[in-house]
């Protein structure tokens, strides 16, 4: 469920989907990993990143002890703090929200099986509050805004909402920043690419990147095994990976960026109007952009916000 800032409104979205356990499945990829030949290192820092005779040197520590390996070609799945991208690719334009979630325990939930959603620049600025079920009372609750002040706009919106949360238990908080301004400009030069967070491979409007950093980091993989087989990884290269991710997924971010902007432009007022005329299908394609034709059923209703919103989706 979608609910309008008011929330006297609330939009069902059809289709299925999966909570992840992150930990969980990580460790699952690191042991599929290792059974398939990797080498997997552990309790080790990268604190430098460089280029020595046609190879690339990643130095820093393991286990309090110096730590060094070279390599063709180096994928940087390191996140929004990525060091490969400090050093090799300057992320001009790489905007960052402020995620913040609790992990909590009995909460009174309606229908487990369902995600909700609430928006509103006053709950979150930008952004949007999210509850994620897990189960048994179990649920992941959190923020997405720009700006500061996520964790008091949190506990507010908790403090709101003692039908779900009156009994409810914080049994851990995290935080963490979220890249929302598409893909940056350039994530592929010669022995190196960045994948996922580190590329802005987020979808904009959902702050949502699993989903695409697993497509990215299946072709960014493929590609520099195949180059450093071929005994080629220079940037001509390497960038089939870049080539293959935007056919699959360069416009859906750059049509959920605009998206973004533009609802970003609305008030909350607005945004309960517009709330009316969605169904579920709209919100999914909403991620990847809008569609003009809704623009029309305001005209009837609210012809000067139906001009607003008009002029948004053209622009």
């Avoid at 229908?111 to 959603?117: A, F, P, R, T, V």
């Avoid at 022995?191 to 695409?212: E, F, K, R, W």
């Amino acid at each position: 469920f979608l609910y309008a800032p008011d929330e006297k409104r609330r939009v069902r979205v059809g289709g299925e989907g999966y909570i992840l356990d992150k930990p969980a499945f990580l460790r699952s990829l690191a042991e599929r990993a290792g059974a398939s030949g990797a080498e997997l290192v552990f309790g080790a820092r990268v604190d430098s990143v460089s280029r020595q005779d046609g190879a690339v040197l990643i130095e820093g520590r393991r286990d309090s002890q110096p730590y060094s390996l070279k390599t063709r070609a180096v994928i940087g799945c390191d996140g929004t703090g990525s060091i490969l991208a400090r050093q090799f690719f300057p992320r001009r334009n790489y905007p960052v929200i402020a995620a913040f979630q609790y992990d909590m325990t009995d909460c009174q939930l309606e229908d487990e099986s369902k995600l909700e959603i609430f928006i509103g620049h006053k709950k979150a600025p930008a952004g949007y509050i999210w509850i994620f079920p897990k189960g048994k009372g179990t649920a992941n609750v959190g923020i997405g805004l720009k700006g500061s002040g996520a964790k008091s706009l949190l506990d507010k919106f908790i403090q709101d909402h003692p039908n779900v949360f009156s009994h409810s238990k914080i049994e851990r908080s995290q935080a963490a920043p979220v890249p929302v301004g598409g893909e940056v400009e350039d994530y592929v030069t010669d022995n190196m690419m960045l994948c996922g967070d580190a590329a802005g491979q987020v979808i904009p409007l959902t702050g949502a990147g699993i989903h695409t950093s697993i497509v990215a980091g299946k072709i960014a993989g493929e590609v520099a095994g195949a180059a450093a087989k071929e005994g080629e990884v220079g940037s001509k290269r390497l960038s089939a990976y870049r080539e293959r991710f935007e056919a699959l997924w360069g416009e859906k971010i750059s049509n959920s960026l605009k998206a973004l902007e533009s609802f970003e432009r609305f008030s909350d007022d607005e945004l309960n109007i517009i709330t009316d005329f969605l169904d579920g299908q709209d919100l999914v394609d909403m991620a990847h952009g809008f569609r003009p034709s809704k623009a029309v059923g305001l005209m009837v209703r609210h012809p000067i916000l139906a001009m607003k919103v008009a002029h948004q989706l053209i622009s």
